[in-house]
């Protein structure tokens, strides 16, 4: 295998799409040599046209790596391993990365964020080709339009492992997946070479950005604390998610409540999650407008939606914090049995999600109400997606899914895959002949065959009546979720809560 124009390929590559320096070329040669065993070079002409073109190093990092498995240089098991480490030996340093970031920042925080997002892609650590093999579709006939991912990328995540991971201290290094300490990591599974971060200030602390290399929506990303402390909804946090909005205002920001099963997979590390995405929650109406006589200038509403969320808009930050924490203070409280709500026994249950964005002059803030407690009826959380659809979705429903945004395991590509056999007659059903893993499917396989009829149904339309039952499970694990359901004792409820807050129905 003719290797040299491969590692020319990569060179220009890296000088059109990431800034590799003219004087950094030989250094960056001989580098990439070495990694490749090889003690001489010829020099070759490429196809600089098409390399210029590029939206992504795939096709220019490829034959590297495939050299390097055939030659014995790494195992097959390596490659993203060695990918990572010949794309940071053309990449710029942290360092410079910061320094281009902030300088275009000082011109428009839009620009700043548009080159860090485009510099991921190109320097591989955002992995475009495995995001695009994820399923995705718009579930138009929700309520919500709810949006639907299947994502392959990432292993289903345990409800107890991320409870139990609170309790344990991790002496491993880096600390956790997102810690500051993981740029330029490679090991443990965690390969992030070319992942690189930009410093932020919120709350007077030191914080970063970084974009997710498995991005579930545009511009994906999280903020994280510089240190690793546990996550927590407190009133500093809600004056950070203000900050941001206010460094990155074209971008929506959320901090997951802080407790298993109505949190994110990772609760052991101050975050938030945000990025350039309208999300279906944004986009819902009022269902009651909402007043106070302490904050006139506010307006309020409960959302029409099916979690129980509160919508606060304000273009006085101050006083739109203010009241945000009274909220915050308020619910991490209050307690009402008729509902199934309490707010702590020997652990606390109540905790929100709040969501901060800019629209025009005003700041919006979604307060999401959430609850974690159990009971024997419901094991895994009152207010969590029930058994019946933890075929669909057992892990946390964090902020993304609060929103409307559903991210299902990867399981389901393949499970999905079995199912349309079924409808399709192409194998024929039968309770006892279901894989172990696809036994968790019965009630939903036997439910769409009923409904399917006597009569083989098509590829198309397997397919159809499977997302279509997908959507319906995600839409009622979302009304699970609501602490105030939308019948009128739910109503009649959430309007308790807010009187102590001072606020009543327009």
Known sequence: MLIYPSVESLLYYAQAHLLLDDLDVIWARNLLLDELRLHDYVQYEVDYDAIEALDRPDTVLEPLVSYAVENGIITEDKREYFAGKLMNIVCKRPAEVTDMFNDLHNRSAAKAFDWLYDYGIKSDYIKLTKISENLKWEAKGTRGKLEITVNTCRPEKNNKATAEALKTKNESYPACSICKENEGFAYGGQIRQTLRTVPLTLGGEEWFWQFSPYAYFNQHGIAVNSEHVPMKVDDATIVKLFDFVDFMPNYFIGCNAALPRIGGSVLTH?????????????????????????????????????????????????????????????????????????????????????????????????????????????????????????????????????????????????????????????????????????????????????????????????????????????????????????????????????AVLGVEAK
Request: net charge neutral; hydrophobic share 40%; glycine share 4%.
């Open 270 to 498: 101050d975050h938030f999650q945000g990025g350039a995405k309208q999300m279906p929650m944004h986009k819902a109406g009022t269902l009651v407008r909402l007043k106070s006589k302490e904050y006139p200038y506010i307006d309020m509403c409960i959302v029409d939606w099916y979690n129980s969320v509160l919508r606060l808009s304000c273009s006085n930050r101050a006083k739109l914090i203010e009241f945000a924490q009274k909220v915050n203070a308020t619910w991490e409280n209050y307690s009402d049995e008729s509902v199934d709500i309490v707010a702590k026994t020997d652990e606390q249950h109540n905790a929100i999600t709040p969501i901060v964005r800019k629209a025009d002059d005003k700041y919006i803030i979604d307060i999401i109400l959430r609850n974690n407690r159990t009971d024997k009826t419901y094991p895994d959380g009152i207010f969590h997606a029930h058994p019946e659809y933890h075929n669909i979705k057992s892990e946390s429903i964090g902020l993304i899914e609060a929103m409307g945004l559903f991210v299902l395991p990867g399981r389901l590509a393949r499970q999905t895959a079995e199912i349309e056999k079924y409808l399709t007659k192409e194998v024929k059903y039968s309770e006892a002949n279901l894989a172990p893993d696809m036994v968790c499917h019965k009630a939903m396989i036997e439910k769409l065959l009923k409904e399917a009829g006597s009569g083989k149904l098509s590829p198309a339309e397997a397919k159809l009546n499977i997302k279509d039952e997908i959507n319906r499970v995600c839409e009622e694990i979302l009304v699970n979720t609501a602490v105030f359901k939308q019948d009128e004792q739910g109503r009649a409820a959430f309007l308790r809560f807010l």
